[in-house]
């Protein structure tokens, strides 16, 4: 069975989804089983969008994509940097 990628929004939804169930006294893995993934899946979300509004973590996404160019960037900077270095003390 292939894996499934779950949107942010997705998750977001599915955690406020076992909030209800469990509100309404049904045990944590029912109702993690009920929205159909694991418990490990489900403690690994809350951990990461547990108290976030859909509008946070649209914007906690967008902020990982903009870190995740910026580090390529500065990696890419510092290799020039080096080659540079390298070349202008004639170890060619």
Do not use: C, F
Request: positive net charge.
């Amino acid at each position: 069975m292939p894996r499934r990628r779950h949107t942010p929004e997705e998750i977001v939804a599915k955690l406020r989804q076992v909030d209800v169930l469990v509100s309404q006294g049904v045990p944590v893995a029912d109702a993690v089983r009920q929205i159909g993934v694991t418990e490990v899946t489900y403690y690994r979300w809350r951990q990461e969008y547990g108290g976030l509004k859909l509008d946070q973590v649209k914007r906690l996404k967008e902020l990982d994509l903009e870190n995740t160019r910026l580090r390529k960037a500065v990696s890419d900077l510092t290799l020039d940097k080096l080659i540079l270095k390298e070349a202008a003390r004639g170890n060619y």
